[in-house]
């Protein structure tokens, strides 16, 4: 039989490593929902220019960690959401090279508002790295609101375009239903022309008759 003490020490141990993970869990679902929504690197927590292998295998880690059906924190659903669009993102070729575009613009920038050098000792600096991420996400922020104005162009010149069809098809149905008209009432203004000229020959005819010489 089971010493009662060893039982109860080994069930305190199971309860404080089911309360570790459920810790670890929440941590990274928080951690997930305060990054950086536009760098799918910061939501995998990866540092830019990493193989393909090593974000499936961390996206493979996350998400089994703070799956759903596998924690009962109800910020799960959207944490798991954003963790797979970033995973999607980064698999997306011209995605991820677009990202990579704008943090590497970013370090640029920082380089030049600072007169440095790509040589320069202060890039090596942990200080560097914070600013870098801070740059990175100005210059994200600017290419989002820059492809969003674009977009509305874009749909603001396709509603025209659409616009524009739409009166050329309503003209043309105008004009088809006014000779469908024209068609419809031929008969009829034969008919009223004929009955036209018969009235106009038989008012000459009178005329004339008036006007001939008595005796």
């Known amino acids: 039989m089971a010493n ?5 020490e080994l069930e305190a141990l199971d309860a404080l490593e089911s309360e570790a993970k459920e810790f670890d869990k929440d ?35 996350k998400s089994l960690l703070i799956h759903p059906d596998k924690t009962k924190n109800p910020k799960a659903p959207e944490a798991f959401d954003r963790l797979k669009k970033a995973q999607l993102e980064l698999m997306d070729e011209k995605h991820r090279e677009r990202l990579d575009e ?9 380089i030049r508002e600072n007169k440095w050098t790509v040589d320069s ?29 674009q977009l509305k162009g874009q749909l603001q ?16 149905k105008r004009k088809r239903q006014h000779e469908q ?3 419809a009432t031929r008969d009829q203004r034969i008919d009223s022309w004929r ?19 008595i005796g």
């Not at 202060?122 to 290419?143: G, H, I, Q, S, Y």
């Not at 010149?157 to 043309?172: P, Y």
């Open 27 to 61: 941590a990274e679902i928080e951690r997930i929902l305060k990054a950086f929504r536009l760098d799918a690197y910061a939501v995998l927590d990866l540092q830019p220019g990493v193989p393909e292998s090593d974000i499936k295998l961390c996206y493979r880690k």
């Open 157 to 172: 010149e396709e509603g025209r375009e659409q616009r524009k069809q739409d009166e050329e098809l309503d003209q043309r």
């Open 195 to 213: 009955q036209f000229q018969k009235g106009r020959s038989s008012g000459e005819g009178k005329k004339k008759k008036k006007m001939k010489p």
């Open 121 to 149: 000792e202060e890039l090596k600096a942990p200080e560097f790295a914070k600013k870098w991420r801070e740059k990175t996400r100005e210059v994200l922020v600017d290419n989002e609101h820059r492809r969003r104005r």
């Open 4 to 8: 009662p003490d060893v039982k109860d």
């Open 181 to 183: 008209d024209w068609e």
């Open 102 to 110: 704008a943090i590497a613009d970013a370090r640029m920038l920082l």
